[in-house]
């Protein structure tokens, strides 16, 4: 059964930092391209980041570029997104997704989903 699920989130301040971790299982982790979404109440989802199945592709949302930084484990079937410099704005539940293929790097259409770790930066 393939399964993802995040950890990593919390309560952070402005300007703090956190490292987002994506925990696959029941698949061939490094078959599969990784994206970063996040949802903030009312808001629609916003993809955030994606790497490639092998961590030689990666890219990054304007809102977040120069303060976050994807990489993946394929040894240890874990995604990770580091983020500095986090803003209010950053607020929102963090999701990661895998679709399967080698080499690519989508930024939709992703078929599996973990449960979300929530992200709240506030004073």
């Known amino acids: 059964q393939l399964q993802l699920v995040e950890s990593g989130g919390g309560l952070v301040q402005p300007g703090g930092s956190l490292r987002l971790s994506c925990a696959a299982s029941?698949?061939?982790?490094?078959?599969?391209?990784i994206g970063w979404f996040r949802q903030a109440p009312g808001k629609e989802r916003e993809g955030v980041s994606y790497?490639?199945?092998?961590?030689?592709?990666?890219d990054y949302a304007d809102s977040v570029k120069g303060r976050s930084t994807v990489s993946r484990d394929n040894a240890k079937n874990t995604a990770y997104l580091q983020m500095n410099s986090l803003q209010t704005e950053d607020t929102a539940a963090y999701y990661c997704?895998?679709?399967?293929?080698?080499?690519?790097?989508?930024?939709?259409?992703?078929?599996?989903w973990g449960q979300g770790t929530q992200v709240t930066v506030s004073s």
């Open positions: 997704a895998a679709e399967l293929g080698i080499g690519i790097l989508p930024k939709n259409d992703y078929d599996y």
């Open positions: 029941g698949f061939t982790f490094d078959y599969y391209a």
């Open positions: 790497i490639s199945s092998s961590g030689a592709i990666s």
